[in-house]
């Protein structure tokens, strides 16, 4: 009898991603594009000239603390998640969601104060329609992150979230920070070139 060594390769392990996960970044990678576009084309029309300045709203910089803790409260989220701790997930999403209304009302009050200051969306001045442009857009991103993050809370509710069922609130965070870095990367970019 005859005993041959046969070796059979085990299939090489491919890089793959998670189907929903693929498609969120794709939609990512697109809302960058859109803000690299317009973040570009305001950089040109205000090399033309005729371009008002004025000081941004100071309600931009409390927002920013606000959308900063409302990732930092996500993060806590997803961390509980990992450690099957179900109460501290439903409380962070709700605290988060809290947070995220908090930072609308507050682009709310920013373009109040952009109206006393005579900036406007239409006027002679590009300036202040790229104001309204940029946090009007990203506002509308965020509302579509709430919108995930009260999905998110439902399947926590229904205890869908846990160790072994990430997938949900790991994209939730992935959008979450992203709207909280896309907002950091708005602000510095108003004050540094306003």
């Known amino acids: ?3 041959q060594n046969i070796h059979i390769d085990e299939p090489k392990p491919t890089l793959s991603m998670h189907p929903k996960k693929f498609a969120l970044w794709l939609f990512i990678v697109s809302i960058v594009m859109l803000f690299a576009a317009l973040t570009s084309a305001y950089i040109v029309k205000q090399s033309d000239g005729n371009w008002l300045s004025f000081e941004l709203p100071g309600v931009f910089a409390v927002n920013t603390v606000i959308i ?3 990732s930092l409260t996500m993060h806590v989220a997803y961390l509980a998640a990992k450690k099957d701790n179900l109460e501290r997930i439903k ?3 709700v605290v988060t969601v809290i947070l995220g209304l908090t930072f609308l009302a507050g682009q709310y009050i920013s ?3 952009l109206v006393r200051n005579n900036v ?3 006027s002679n001045y590009a300036s202040g329609s790229f104001i309204y ?3 009007g857009l990203h506002g509308l991103h965020l509302v579509s992150g709430i919108i995930f993050l009260l999905i998110t809370f439902a399947s926590s509710v229904k205890m869908r979230i846990h160790s072994k069922n990430l997938v949900q ?3 939730c965070m992935t959008y979450w920070h992203f709207l909280g870095g896309l907002w950091l990367y708005l602000y510095l970019f108003l004050l ?3």
């Open 1 to 3: 009898m005859v005993h």
């Open 68 to 70: 900063a803790l409302s």
């Open 91 to 93: 409380w962070m999403l």
């Open 111 to 113: 373009w109040s104060e």
């Open 120 to 122: 406007y969306f239409v």
């Open 133 to 135: 442009v940029f946090t």
């Open 169 to 171: 609130i790991e994209m």
């Open 192 to 194: 540094f070139y306003l």
